[in-house]
């Protein structure tokens, strides 16, 4: 195939699908944003594990009795 061809196809091909995937991560991210601001910012003890995550770890290293997932 001649060059100029192929370089035509990649960048109609290019052109044609490229707003799928640019519509793919604007919706995965505003999907993240409104999951956090509607579940994990009302819910203070989420935010605690975020604060320090290796919390959850080291309980679960330990073998604590207790199995809340922050506290």
Same mark, same amino acid.
């Given at each position: 195939?001649?060059?100029?061809?192929? +370089?035509?196809?990649?960048?109609?091909?290019?052109?044609?699908?490229?707003?799928?995937?640019?519509?793919?991560?604007?919706?995965?991210?505003?999907?993240?944003?409104? +999951?956090?601001?509607?579940?994990?910012?009302?819910?203070?003890?989420?935010?605690?594990?975020?604060?320090?995550?290796?919390?959850?770890?080291?309980? +679960?290293?330990?073998?604590?009795?207790?199995?809340?997932?922050?506290?």
């Amino acid at each position: 195939m001649n060059f100029w061809k192929a +370089l035509f196809r990649a960048w109609f091909y290019f052109r044609q699908g490229y707003n799928l995937y640019l519509a793919f991560l604007i919706g995965f991210a505003s999907n993240i944003i409104v +999951l956090f601001r509607l579940g994990v910012e009302p819910n203070k003890t989420l935010l605690d594990c975020r604060s320090d995550p290796g919390r959850h770890f080291r309980r +679960l290293v330990s073998h604590e009795e207790d199995c809340s997932v922050c506290c």
